[in-house]
Protein backbone atom coordinates (compact mmCIF):
# COMPACT_ATOMS: atom_id res chain seq x y z
CA UNK A 1 0.00 0.00 0.00
CA UNK A 2 1.52 2.90 -1.16
CA UNK A 3 0.70 6.02 1.15
CA UNK A 4 -1.72 9.08 -0.17
CA UNK A 5 0.22 11.98 -1.48
CA UNK A 6 -0.03 15.26 0.46
CA UNK A 7 1.66 17.90 -2.20
CA UNK A 8 -0.01 20.65 -2.28
CA UNK A 9 -2.01 20.08 0.69
CA UNK A 10 -1.50 21.94 4.25
CA UNK A 11 1.20 19.48 5.94
CA UNK A 12 -0.42 18.45 9.42
CA UNK A 13 0.71 20.17 12.83
CA UNK A 14 2.17 18.77 15.12
CA UNK A 15 3.98 19.51 18.35
CA UNK A 16 6.93 16.83 19.99
CA UNK A 17 9.73 17.06 21.62
CA UNK A 18 12.96 16.59 20.30
CA UNK A 19 16.47 14.94 21.58
CA UNK A 20 16.68 17.66 24.13
CA UNK A 21 13.68 17.54 25.58
CA UNK A 22 12.76 21.12 23.36
CA UNK A 23 8.96 20.80 22.58
CA UNK A 24 8.96 21.97 18.77
CA UNK A 25 5.98 22.90 16.51
CA UNK A 26 6.21 22.53 12.60
CA UNK A 27 4.95 26.42 13.03
CA UNK A 28 7.80 27.50 14.76
CA UNK A 29 9.93 27.01 10.95
CA UNK A 30 7.32 29.61 9.20
CA UNK A 31 9.26 31.65 7.06
CA UNK A 32 11.89 28.60 6.38
CA UNK A 33 11.75 25.10 4.46
CA UNK A 34 11.65 22.26 5.83
CA UNK A 35 12.57 18.74 5.06
CA UNK A 36 10.70 16.61 7.11
CA UNK A 37 11.81 12.98 7.39
CA UNK A 38 10.30 9.85 8.91
CA UNK A 39 13.22 7.04 9.43
CA UNK A 40 12.50 3.71 11.06
CA UNK A 41 15.21 3.39 13.79
CA UNK A 42 18.10 5.36 15.56
CA UNK A 43 21.59 3.96 15.22
CA UNK A 44 20.89 1.12 12.42
CA UNK A 45 22.69 0.86 9.43
CA UNK A 46 20.38 3.04 6.52
CA UNK A 47 19.35 4.87 9.15
CA UNK A 48 22.33 5.90 9.79
CA UNK A 49 23.69 6.42 6.86
CA UNK A 50 20.39 9.13 5.75
CA UNK A 51 20.97 11.25 9.16
CA UNK A 52 24.77 11.77 8.53
CA UNK A 53 23.83 12.42 4.99
CA UNK A 54 21.49 15.14 5.98
CA UNK A 55 24.46 15.85 9.05
CA UNK A 56 26.83 16.64 6.02
CA UNK A 57 24.46 18.38 3.84
CA UNK A 58 23.37 20.66 6.37
CA UNK A 59 25.61 24.02 4.98
CA UNK A 60 24.00 23.53 1.81
CA UNK A 61 20.61 23.03 3.06
CA UNK A 62 21.11 26.47 5.52
CA UNK A 63 22.22 27.91 2.32
CA UNK A 64 18.72 27.66 0.84
CA UNK A 65 16.45 28.60 4.04
CA UNK A 66 16.09 25.00 4.87
CA UNK A 67 16.14 22.93 8.23
CA UNK A 68 16.00 19.47 8.70
CA UNK A 69 13.90 17.41 11.02
CA UNK A 70 13.81 14.05 11.52
CA UNK A 71 11.38 11.66 13.25
CA UNK A 72 10.85 8.16 14.07
CA UNK A 73 8.75 6.22 17.46
CA UNK A 74 12.08 5.89 19.71
CA UNK A 75 12.53 7.96 23.00
CA UNK A 76 14.16 11.08 24.00
CA UNK A 77 17.10 9.03 25.35
CA UNK A 78 17.70 7.15 22.31
CA UNK A 79 17.70 9.80 20.10
CA UNK A 80 20.03 11.63 22.39
CA UNK A 81 22.32 8.54 22.13
CA UNK A 82 22.22 8.55 18.60
CA UNK A 83 22.74 12.51 17.68
CA UNK A 84 25.73 12.09 20.02
CA UNK A 85 27.38 8.87 18.40
CA UNK A 86 27.22 10.79 15.36
CA UNK A 87 27.45 14.44 16.13
CA UNK A 88 23.77 15.23 15.02
CA UNK A 89 22.82 18.85 15.16
CA UNK A 90 19.62 18.78 13.90
CA UNK A 91 16.25 18.12 15.68
CA UNK A 92 15.29 14.40 16.20
CA UNK A 93 11.76 14.34 17.26
CA UNK A 94 10.19 11.88 19.56
CA UNK A 95 7.13 10.43 18.44
CA UNK A 96 6.40 7.14 20.34
CA UNK A 97 3.12 6.21 19.66
CA UNK A 98 3.76 7.31 15.65
CA UNK A 99 0.50 9.98 15.88
CA UNK A 100 2.15 11.82 13.71
CA UNK A 101 3.51 9.03 11.35
CA UNK A 102 -0.09 8.37 11.16
CA UNK A 103 -1.39 11.92 10.20
CA UNK A 104 1.55 11.94 7.38
CA UNK A 105 -0.02 8.45 5.87
CA UNK A 106 3.92 7.10 6.88
CA UNK A 107 2.95 4.46 9.28
CA UNK A 108 2.08 0.93 7.63
CA UNK A 109 2.17 -2.52 7.20
CA UNK A 110 5.82 -3.75 6.43
CA UNK A 111 7.09 -6.75 5.81
CA UNK A 112 10.53 -8.15 6.97
CA UNK A 113 11.74 -11.93 6.66
CA UNK A 114 8.19 -13.29 6.18
CA UNK A 115 6.44 -11.35 8.73
CA UNK A 116 4.14 -8.29 8.44
CA UNK A 117 4.39 -5.64 10.78
CA UNK A 118 3.16 -1.87 11.54
CA UNK A 119 5.99 0.05 11.47
CA UNK A 120 7.44 3.41 9.41
CA UNK A 121 7.75 3.52 6.26
CA UNK A 122 10.45 5.61 5.32
CA UNK A 123 9.58 8.85 3.63
CA UNK A 124 10.80 12.68 2.85
CA UNK A 125 8.49 15.70 2.94
CA UNK A 126 9.59 18.86 1.82
CA UNK A 127 7.34 21.61 3.24
CA UNK A 128 7.33 25.51 2.03
CA UNK A 129 7.81 28.71 3.98
CA UNK A 130 3.84 29.05 4.09
CA UNK A 131 3.48 25.15 5.46
CA UNK A 132 2.54 23.51 2.65
CA UNK A 133 4.13 20.17 1.34
CA UNK A 134 5.79 20.38 -1.97
CA UNK A 135 7.08 16.82 -2.45
CA UNK A 136 6.69 13.94 -1.03
CA UNK A 137 9.31 10.81 -1.25
CA UNK A 138 7.63 7.70 -0.06
CA UNK A 139 9.71 3.99 0.41
CA UNK A 140 12.93 5.99 0.01
CA UNK A 141 15.61 4.27 -0.81
CA UNK A 142 19.15 5.84 1.27
CA UNK A 143 21.93 5.92 -1.38
CA UNK A 144 21.26 9.65 -3.55
CA UNK A 145 18.18 10.43 -1.63
CA UNK A 146 20.16 13.33 0.47
CA UNK A 147 22.09 15.13 -2.61
CA UNK A 148 18.72 14.52 -4.83
CA UNK A 149 16.88 16.53 -2.10
CA UNK A 150 19.16 19.12 -1.86
CA UNK A 151 19.12 19.45 -5.46
CA UNK A 152 14.94 19.87 -5.38
CA UNK A 153 14.63 22.50 -2.05
CA UNK A 154 15.33 25.10 -5.12
Known amino acids: ?32 KV ?8 DTPGCTKEACGFRDNLPKMKAK ?19 EKFNLTFPLLVDEKARI ?13 G ?16 GKVRKQYTRVRVPGHVEQLTKDID
Open 101 to 113: AKKFGVWGKKNMY
Open 115 to 130: KTFLGIIRSTFIIDKV
Open 35 to 42: ILYFYVRD
Open 65 to 83: NTIVLGISPDTEESHKRFA
Open 1 to 32: MKPSSLVGMKAPTFSLRDQNGRLLQLRDFRGK
